[in-house]
């Protein structure tokens, strides 16, 4: 079975002809949301559909799909993720990595200090925040900067960083 990964939100119908919109969370859109593409509703079980048209909107991108003639059919898809398969990810220039790649990895401090595992990246503006969630204590949310991130081994599954002075809360 493969694995999917998400490419944006479903969030709400536009007209009555099928086409939905779709809130896009993927760094490559253009790439994405082609006309003959498949991308799968994350629905149980998977539901593939072939993008017939694209569009923009207001900030979000509008899609119709193939044999998709109505809003009653596109309905059940409001709220849903859209999805793609493994096989549709490119490869990432040097220093490009995909959340699964981050999510999961051990990040150790300057001092040697495991700090905890990556388990969810937030995207509240101009860069990524890693969520490292630690026992009894409030999340760690690291920025992944250059000036933080100091480096990302995915052979072992490890990433080194220097944490900001004040960042890490402990009075808790």
Same mark, same amino acid.
């Given at each position: ?15 009555? /002809? ?8 993927? #760094?490559?859109?253009?790439? /994405?949301?082609?006309?003959g593409n498949t991308v799968y509703v994350a629905t149980s079980p998977k539901t593939a559909l072939t993008i017939q048209s694209v569009r923009e909107h207001k900030g ?7 044999? $998709? ?12 993720? &859209? ?13 490009? $990595? $995909? ?9 150790? #401090?300057?001092?040697g200090q495991t700090l905890g595992k990556v388990n969810e990246i937030l995207s509240p503006g101009p860069n990524d925040v890693w969520v490292i969630p630690r026992s009894?204590?409030?999340?760690? &949310? ?11 081994? &995915? ?18």
């Open positions: 079975m493969p694995d999917y990964y998400d490419i944006g939100t479903i969030v709400n119908t536009h007209g009555i /002809r099928g086409e939905v919109r779709v809130l896009v969370t993927t #760094d490559f859109p253009a790439d /994405r949301f082609k006309v979000l991108t509008l899609l119709t799909f193939k044999d $998709y003639t109505d809003i009653n059919q596109v309905l059940p898809f409001k709220g849903k993720k &859209l999805q793609v398969t493994e096989t549709a990810l490119q490869p990432l220039d040097e220093g490009g $990595y $995909y959340y699964k790649d981050i999510i999961g990895l051990t990040v150790i #401090d300057e001092q009894g204590k409030s999340d760690i &949310l690291l920025p992944f900067l250059k000036s933080v991130v100091q480096s990302i081994d &995915l052979d072992q599954k490890v990433a080194h960083v220097i944490v900001p002075e004040g960042l890490i809360d402990d009075a808790d």
